[in-house]
């Protein structure tokens, strides 16, 4: 009869052929813990279109952790054991928050105010230590004053550990405490609290040599307490969505066009790709992307408008507003200014993150349009060089055999066609082929100046209603074509509903708000133009109060222009009547 290797007592597997008799423990202990998260998949216990991961790590607490960390206090494991533990709960905590594998350590556990699997390990250890002593008379409270009369710290003893534990956060000894133990709830109370802020204090220092962790608020961290990204952004699918693009900027993982030339060995330009004028880094994302500040202003003015009606300052605020650094921070993490209050901190956290979900969206469908170009450029290329491959094979026979000219043949004598035929000797049908296209448009400029000028293009193209409907459809891009697909089949087959509604959603009525948010912002850039910056003023005042008359506007701008100039210009401009 064969003699058994292991056997299982009260959940734990013991086994004769390791030194702790515990090899296969924690492996299970592993397994049951992912097919529990796998069995509340159901509840929305999952990554990106499930629920706010501020009641992902509840549902993780309640049922996750009790079956993972099972029978794990009164065995003694290895640093092997403890390292894959730590693993699976960081991916774990990873993955409800949908931050990628590269996110530093202690950001995945800051964001949800979660101690380490370790520390929770030793809470339970230290726990049942205080449940044994505090057993008059039994077996176990004999043993442990055995144990640790007699044992070293070298000797790998249970209890021996216990002493080891109690020393890395500096509670009372169990050499001291062992004939005189202190109450259930007292002992529960200080080991949670000691060993939680043991934790989170070590975490934050580890933090602050993070690069990435700069811009997010980690200092007011408690065990327990959730990041305001997560505690802001509610059930709604959409905010938890954002709000994970929030956490991705927090945490310093965002992969923008600078990482990618930072790790290409030079391969890769910096340059953002949208907008082609700086290299793309997290500033110029948020701030500065002249591609994206048709949705970055309005959002701006907001939140100025918050700073206003929270703050009596206006010096900090205009700091606030008017620094690169502080309103970047602000937008990603404003709870790292401690003087804002709990409702500004929310509603900034809100406008922030509508703010930034729409421009990576728009980032993100702006180069995987220029992709696919870039694709089908070269696919057709390729169509073409094969063509011009295979047509000088023929024309290399036709020359061979006597049989004249192949450029007369097919239609390609170097000069233009006729009219209704290619260069390649093919007809077509369509005689209103327009050889003249209008520049795209996004919704970030002004509506009435390009209907102006795709008018003047339809007019050199001689087109007519139909070609118009069908090449004002064609340049939209963006949040434009987002809004022409959502109109009415009656209303995109008509020229001038078409126009209406775009006029709308996009003409300077709408755009008011934006335009006078440029208007207050709008400073003189260093080496710009006096003329230049006040003809910039005025258009920018023409379109801010188009219900004034022109005497109005230009005084509005010429106000502005004085806040923007040095005192003494503005003492030349007064002496000359200006």
């Known amino acids: 009869m064969a003699t058994p290797t292991s056997s299982t007592h009260l959940g734990i597997e013991r086994d004769n052929t390791s030194n702790t008799g515990t090899k296969l423990v924690v492996k299970k202990r592993i397994i049951t813990a992912r097919r529990t998260v796998y069995a509340l998949m159901g509840a929305g216990l999952h990554g990106l279109n499930g629920v706010n991961p501020k009641a992902a790590i509840h549902l993780i607490q309640t049922y996750v952790l009790p079956r993972l960390l099972y029978g794990l206090d009164v065995i003694t494991l290895t640093t092997e054991d403890m390292k894959n533990l730590s693993t699976y709960f960081r991916k774990l905590l990873r993955q409800i928050q949908h931050l990628p594998d590269r996110t530093a350590n202690v950001a995945s556990h800051l964001l949800l105010g979660r101690i380490t699997i370790e520390s929770e390990i030793h809470k339970r250890i230290l726990k049942t230590f205080g449940n044994i002593i505090r057993n008059e008379n039994s077996i176990e409270r004999k043993l442990a004053i055995r144990q640790l009369a007699t044992k070293s710290l070298q000797s790998g003893s249970w209890f021996t550990k216990t002493v080891e534990i109690a ?38 220092s580890e933090a602050k040599s993070k690069s990435t962790l700069s811009r997010l608020n980690y200092e007011n961290v408690k065990e327990g307490k959730i990041h305001n990204i997560w505690k802001s952004c509610g059930t709604n699918p959409y905010a938890i969505t954002s709000a994970s693009l929030k956490a991705k900027l927090a945490t310093g993982t965002i992969y923008l066009q600078y990482h990618r030339a930072k790790f290409s060995n030079g391969h890769v330009s910096p340059i953002c790709q949208l907008c082609a004028e700086e290299e793309e880094d997290i500033l110029h994302f948020i701030l500065k992307c002249s591609k994206l500040q048709y949705i970055r202003d309005d959002f701006l003015h907001m939140i100025s408008e918050v700073l206003t009606e929270n703050l009596e300052d206006q010096d900090l605020i205009q700091e606030l507003i008017t620094n690169d650094e502080h309103l970047c921070q602000l937008v990603i993490d404003c709870s790292k200014f401690r003087f804002l209050n709990e409702n500004a901190q929310n509603r900034i956290e809100t406008l922030s993150r509508v703010s930034t979900w729409p421009s990576r969206q728009i980032w993100k469908s702006d180069l995987d349009r220029k992709r696919e170009k870039k694709k089908a450029r070269h696919e057709r290329n390729t169509e073409f060089a094969d063509a011009n491959e295979t047509l000088e094979e023929h024309r290399a026979n036709v020359y061979a055999h006597g049989e004249g000219d192949v450029n007369r043949e097919y239609g390609m004598s170097g000069q233009r066609g006729q009219r209704g035929i290619n260069t390649d000797g093919f007809r077509y049908n369509n005689p209103h082929t327009v050889s003249i296209r209008p520049e795209p448009y996004d919704g970030g400029e002004d509506w009435e100046e390009y209907i102006s000028h795709f008018e003047v293009c339809a007019e050199l193209g001689r087109w007519r209603d139909a070609d118009k409907v069908l090449a004002l459809a064609a340049a939209l891009r963006g949040p434009a074509r987002t809004f022409y697909i959502s109109l009415e089949q009656t209303e995109k087959r008509d020229y001038g509903i078409l126009t209406q509604r775009l006029g709308l959603r996009f003409g300077s009525t709408r755009q008011q708000n934006r335009w006078l948010s440029r208007l207050e912002m709008r400073k003189r850039n260093p080496g710009e133009a006096i003329a230049a910056l006040a003809d910039d003023l005025r258009q920018m005042a023409q379109r801010a109060y188009i219900d004034l008359d022109a005497r109005a506007q230009e005084v509005l701008a010429l106000n502005q222009l004085y806040k923007s100039v040095t005192p003494e210009v503005k003492y030349q401009c007064t002496n000359q009547g200006l």
Do not use: A, E, F
């Open 167 to 204: 020393n890395i956060y500096d509670l009372p000894s169990p050499y001291d405490i062992i004939d005189n133990p202190p109450g259930k709830q007292l002992l529960k109370n200080l080991v949670n609290k000691t060993v939680g802020d043991h934790c989170i204090k070590q975490m934050i």
